[in-house]
């Protein structure tokens, strides 16, 4: 099973400035890489697929890189609805395996 | 619109079982794969298991093979998952999600709100 570690588990970034939220898979999983946002009491929400590709409807403050074992989801100019739980998930091989999250916080 | 609506969960006791329902709509039901993902109180997301658009390919989290069973009415688009001997362990907000292919993996792009499952004496 690949075991997908998120880092850090917790990130304080005002609202106005840039986070950045790593993923890192066990073995390489190309870029079969998707993050998610779920916000409290909310189903999971597709941001981005690839590892690089925006879903429908989200906006371009969302950037997703990386590939192989890295892997980064920026976003820009954070807005207060981004404030939320951030997952990535590979799906190179089965089983599906999610990180463990990061909650992105209000500093 | 695509919509995905699970029903089913409870509250049932240890060993017990319960058969989890998801209606969809919007889609070809048929030509989507679809998953199960549960989340525990206060925990992450965990995949549960997938079956492939026709319903001839499943697969199951090693957590919950040999107990429960996926599977889909293509002529009803709905997605069923059967637990049995369920354990504590089991509680959580049980998600269903579509897939974006019919057969190969892939992410998931639309989710249902969820039911909850509690597994108590």
């Known amino acids: 099973e690949i075991v997908m570690t998120q880092s850090p588990v917790t990130l304080s970034v005002s609202p106005g400035e840039r986070a950045t939220l790593s993923c890192r898979a066990s073995q390489s999983v190309s870029s079969n890489l998707a993050w998610y946002q779920q916000k409290p009491g909310q189903a999971p929400r597709l941001l981005i697929y690839g590892a690089s590709t925006r879903a429908t409807g989200i906006p371009g403050r969302f950037t997703g890189s990386g590939s192989g074992t890295e892997f980064t989801l920026t976003i820009s100019s954070l807005q207060s609805e981004d404030f939320a739980v951030y997952y990535c998930?590979?799906?190179?091989?089965?089983?599906?395996?999610f990180g463990q999250g990061t909650k992105l916080e209000i500093k | 619109e695509v919509q995905l609506v699970e029903s089913g969960g409870g509250l049932v006791q240890p060993g017990g079982s319960l058969r989890l329902s998801c209606a969809a709509s919007g889609f070809t039901f048929s030509s989507y794969a679809m998953s199960w993902v549960r989340q525990a109180p206060g925990k992450g997301l965990e995949w549960v298991s997938r079956i492939s658009g026709s319903g001839g390919s499943t697969y199951y989290a090693d957590s919950v093979k040999g107990r429960f069973t996926i599977s889909r009415d293509n002529s009803k688009n709905t997605l069923y998952l059967q637990m049995n001997s369920l354990r504590a362990e089991d509680t959580a907000v049980y998600y269903c999600?579509?897939?974006?292919?019919?057969?190969?993996?892939?992410?998931?792009?639309?989710w249902g709100k969820g039911t909850t499952v509690t597994v108590s004496s």
């Open positions: 999600a579509k897939d974006r292919y019919t057969i190969s993996p892939s992410y998931m792009d639309v």
């Open positions: 998930q590979q799906y190179n091989n089965w089983p599906y395996t």
